[in-house]
């Protein structure tokens, strides 16, 4: 019995993640903060007694956390391609 729900679980996440090849990075980053919030939440929710609370507020923490992380990147990716083009004009 145990084989078969490690088994459905793996098919469970094979097939969700099989469905995230599609999406742009902004949304991989809030579908994995959400997915990862909502699994921490579940955890915690289920120590406390409740965990459909504790998914329902971790997704939403998983989800501003997956932006904020997103936001993040892209500045970074901003900043680098300034330099580099300031680089490559002032090198000329």
Same mark, same amino acid.
């Given at each position: 019995?145990?084989?078969?729900?490690?088994?459905?679980?793996?098919?469970?996440?094979?097939?969700?993640?099989?469905?995230c090849s599609?999406?742009?990075d902004?949304?991989?980053? #809030? *579908?994995? @903060?959400? !997915?990862? $919030?909502? /699994? =921490? %939440?579940a955890?915690?929710g289920?120590?406390?007694? &409740?965990?459909?609370?504790? #998914? *329902?507020? @971790?997704? !939403?923490? $998983?989800? /501003? =956390? %997956?932006?904020?992380?997103?936001?993040?990147q892209? &500045?970074?990716q901003?900043?680098?391609?300034? @330099?580099?083009?300031? $680089?490559r004009?002032s %090198?000329?």
């Open positions: 019995m145990i084989h078969a729900k490690r088994a459905g679980c793996a098919l469970l996440v094979a097939a969700s993640l099989a469905g599609g999406l742009n902004t949304q991989q980053r #809030a *579908l994995t @903060g959400t !997915g990862i $919030g909502a /699994a =921490g %939440g955890v915690l289920a120590i406390g007694g &409740n965990a459909g609370l504790g #998914a *329902l507020a @971790g997704a !939403g923490a $998983g989800l /501003a =956390g %997956g932006l904020i992380y997103d936001s993040v892209k &500045n970074e901003a900043a680098y391609r300034r @330099g580099y083009s300031a $680089g004009t %090198g000329q």
